[in-house]
Structure formats: structure tokens, C-alpha cells
Nanobody
Framework: QVQLVESGGGLLQAGGSLRLSCAAS????????MGWFRQAPGKEREFVGA????????SYASSVRGRFTISRDNAKSMVYLQMNSLKPEDTAVYFC?????????????????WGQGTQVTVSS
């Protein structure tokens, strides 16, 4: 049974940094892309960033590019989202997701497994 569990969310002031973690279990190989998505109250879930199976290739939404960094440690089955220079508009529930057999995808409908989400709140 595949399970993704996010952690690291919290409340902080604008300009601060936070690192989210996603622990994956039940996946039998590393052949999966990982993505981070977020959903703010009253808004659609949106793509934040993604990383391919090896960690060599990443992609980011324009709203976070240059501020957020995705990385992964396959030996530990972990994926991370380092968030710097946070803004109030980054406030949302953040989800990690796994896309099996995929190099990298920005499309949420290509992801097979999702975590329960972790809340990030940035005050001004």
C-alpha cells in the first residue's frame, strides 16, 4: 500500500523560510516522479513544482521559481520542498504526489498517489 505523508508546515511571517518533507512508503522502485501542489481556500489546486525520478530534472510554477526548490533522497524515500522568501499568497495546504513511471509531469491528473496535505500560513 502506497502512502505519502507530508510534514513541516506551519505559521510564519512573510520573508521567512520553511522546508516541507514528504515520506513515501510502499513504492517498490524509484521510477516515479514527485510533485508538489497547493490549494488555497476557495481556489483550485495548483501545481507548485515537480522532480523526476533521479532528481536531475525539476520544473516550477512561475509564481515560485527562484524561491522554492524541490529535492529528493531516494535512499530515504523522501522528497523535500524548500520554500524561501515566503509571501502571504503562498498560504495554502501543500500536497505531495507521486506519478508512477513518469519522467516528470505538471499535470495533477497524471499523479497516482497523494498525501493528506500540510498547512502553510504566511502572515504579512
Amino acid at each position: 500500500q502506497v502512502q505519502l505523508v507530508e510534514s513541516g508546515g506551519g505559521l510564519l511571517q512573510a520573508g521567512g523560510s520553511l522546508r516541507l518533507s514528504c515520506a513515501a512508503s510502499g513504492l517498490t522502485s524509484f521510477n516515479y516522479a514527485m510533485g508538489w501542489f497547493r490549494q488555497a481556500p476557495g481556489k483550485e489546486r495548483e501545481f507548485v513544482g515537480a522532480i523526476n525520478w533521479s532528481g536531475v530534472t525539476t520544473s516550477y510554477a512561475s509564481s515560485v521559481r527562484g524561491r522554492f526548490t524541490i529535492s529528493r533522497d531516494n535512499a530515504k524515500s523522501m522528497v523535500y520542498l524548500q520554500m524561501n522568501s515566503l509571501k502571504p499568497e503562498d498560504t495554502a495546504v501543500y500536497f505531495c504526489a507521486a506519478a508512477l513511471g513518469s519522467a516528470l509531469t505538471l499535470n495533477q491528473y497524471h499523479y497516482d498517489y497523494w498525501g493528506q496535505g500540510t498547512q502553510v500560513t504566511v502572515s504579512s
